[in-house]
């Protein structure tokens, strides 16, 4: 069935590097967009970022320009999340959603947990 | 930026219409896409593009868009619809925006 399942969470002192990633199955990940929303303890979604079908076109919330880095990897039905120099506000649940062809985000994963703390 | 603001909480009788709202500048000139979020789950996407529902939604789930305010509609409001919900739209500016979501108590 289609699914999306994370990986990569864990626990990091705030300067430190993560990566994560989100394994899709039963669907041509290849024709979607896809993205990551977080959702910090006790609080709404948060958008992160997106990335096209091809990986040409990529947005970022402003809350991580320059330090995180959307990617994937359509060959292994993969999508990622470098997240770099982060900060104990990044703490928080991770998930990579798939966005359907009317717009919505049809699929979700369970989501990775971040905690930044030193 | 793009802001999308939601009540923080409804209540509603059980067997009643619950109505969450979501403001937002000229809203109705874009596409809301709503979701729904039980505790310790991922959301789900309840109601797209205003008011199209995906494939396994109950029909009592409903929404509608003009204006300045997006609507999502439960009515015959269950225990098991007790949620939060948040609605979201893009953003040619701000990519995509979420509401601040809204606590839904079936009582």
Redesign the interface.
């Known amino acids: 069935q289609v699914q999306l399942v994370e990986s990569g969470g864990g626990l990091v002192k705030p300067g430190g590097s993560l990566r994560l990633s989100c394994a899709a199955s039963g669907f041509t990940f290849s024709d979607y967009y896809m993205?990551w929303?977080r959702q910090a303890p006790g609080k709404?979604?948060?958008?992160v970022s997106?990335i096209s079908s091809s990986g040409s076109t990529i947005?970022y919330?402003?809350s991580v320009k320059g330090r995180f880095t959307i990617s994937r990897d359509n060959a292994k039905n993969s999508l990622y999340l470098q997240m770099n120099s982060l900060r104990a506000e990044d703490t928080a649940v991770y998930?990579c959603a798939r966005v359907?062809t009317?717009?919505?985000?049809?699929v979700?994963?369970?989501?990775t947990t971040v905690t930044v703390s030193s | 930026s793009y802001e999308l603001t939601q009540p923080l909480s409804v209540s509603v009788a059980l067997g009643q219409t619950a109505r969450i709202t979501c403001g937002g500048n000229n809203i109705g000139s874009k596409n809301v896409h709503w979701y729904q979020q039980k505790p310790g789950q991922a959301p789900v996407l309840v109601i797209y593009r205003d008011s199209n529902r995906p494939s396994g939604i109950p029909e009592r789930f409903s929404g509608s868009n003009s204006g300045n305010t997006a609507t999502l509609t439960i009515s015959r409001a269950q225990a098991g619809d007790e949620a939060d919900y948040y609605c979201q739209v893009w953003d040619s500016s701000t990519a995509v925006v979420f509401g601040g979501g809204t606590k839904l108590t079936v009582l």
């Open positions: 993205s929303i709404g979604l948060e958008w997106y947005y919330a402003d998930y359907g009317p717009g919505g985000m049809d979700w994963g369970q989501g």
